[in-house]
């Protein structure tokens, strides 16, 4: 049985990956540690686990790895302490807020020999998946263009303080998009350029949209937008759609249109019922496969650092109003 830890509930998506682990038949969720006692232990009672105040006893638990769901910018420190203790880790995207801890956090991994995955569940998307198979036996031709979408609900609390989140819907949504692009094309970014503000969410104190255009060194060119647009009344969380042109047809791809829609008198407004994959499910069991292989994950900390080069670079470009190169 691998023995996985959750390193806080600051993140939204840490209760959802402690219900996968319920589901793995080879893993438990085995024990939590949060900055915020209150925070851990509601959730500790709330999954039936240990929680443990001081983070070194958390460690030497008997885990065999941790997923990592604090603010990003401590990201580095909790991935840098999992690697000193042996322990694998699925880290929450975006990968840091710097360059500098992004590198610091691989290269932590790497001379402790233990796995660093990224959170990227739309890699395990069906969608996605037969997308970047389609473009690989060049169904399309080669690809041209392409028009994305990241869409979501605003989250709250500190995903809007940049100390702690490093920025806004860019840096919330630009991570996703650049890391599917590069999977399914197999190609890097060259160049970006982005204008961002606070559009919709009166006096929040840091961008909730972005606009964003791309050059892949395939020479694809790609528009991007990215925001907290969603509002509380809308289904889900947000979207993420690529509109793809190539040089013998298209494809339009919307990675979580396995669903039904529901109108419910009960929740007072329409809802998703999902009947296909459990994106982050596939990549929570993705992430215990490789501690008991012995192999790395399927988005590693690389993946990472160069979805955040693409971020960051969008956030200089809309600094200095012109196009960054990478």
């Known amino acids: 049985m691998i023995r996985i830890g959750i390193m806080s509930f600051a993140h939204v998506h840490a209760q959802s990956y402690a219900a996968c682990l319920d589901k793995i038949p080879d893993a438990q969720l085995a024990a939590i540690w949060d900055d915020k006692p209150a925070r851990g232990r509601r959730a500790a009672r709330e999954n039936g686990v240990p929680f443990f105040k001081k983070l070194d006893e958390f460690l030497a638990s008997g885990l065999q790895g941790v997923i990592v769901c604090s603010e990003n910018a401590a990201h580095r420190a909790h991935v840098e302490a999992a690697a000193r203790a042996g322990l694998g880790v ?9 360059l500098t801890d992004a590198r610091a956090m691989i290269a932590a991994c790497a001379q402790a020999k233990v796995p660093l995955g990224i959170a990227f569940p ?11 198979e389609r473009l690989r036996r060049g169904e399309i031709g080669k690809l041209l263009a392409a028009a994305c979408t990241n869409n979501g609900q605003y989250p709250g609390g500190w995903f809007a303080d940049p100390a702690q989140s490093g920025g806004g819907a860019v840096m919330d949504h630009t991570v996703h998009v650049a890391d599917a692009l590069r999977w399914i094309t197999g190609s890097e970014f060259a160049r970006v350029y982005c204008a961002c503000g606070n559009k919709i969410h009166e006096g929040l104190g840091t961008d909730d949209v972005g606009s964003l255009q791309l ?35 298209s494809l339009r791809v919307d990675a979580f249109r396995q669903k039904i829609d529901v109108y419910s008198d009960a929740l007072g407004k329409g809802a998703w019922a999902g009947w296909g994959d459990d994106a982050n499910l596939a990549l929570v069991r993705d992430f215990v496969a490789s501690i008991r292989k012995g192999r790395a994950p399927a988005a590693t900390g690389n993946d990472g650092l160069r979805a955040l080069e693409v971020t960051l670079a969008a956030y200089r470009s809309a600094q200095s109003g012109k196009p960054v190169a990478l």
């Open 215 to 249: 050059e892949m060194k395939n020479g694809a060119l790609i528009t991007h937008v990215a925001s907290w647009d969603r509002p509380e009344s809308f289904p889900t969380w947000g979207d993420l759609t690529l509109d793809l042109t190539g040089s013998k047809g």
């Open 122 to 132: 739309c890699r395990f998307a069906t969608p996605l998946l037969e997308t970047r």
């Open 90 to 98: 699925l880290c929450e995207k975006p990968i840091a807020t710097t």
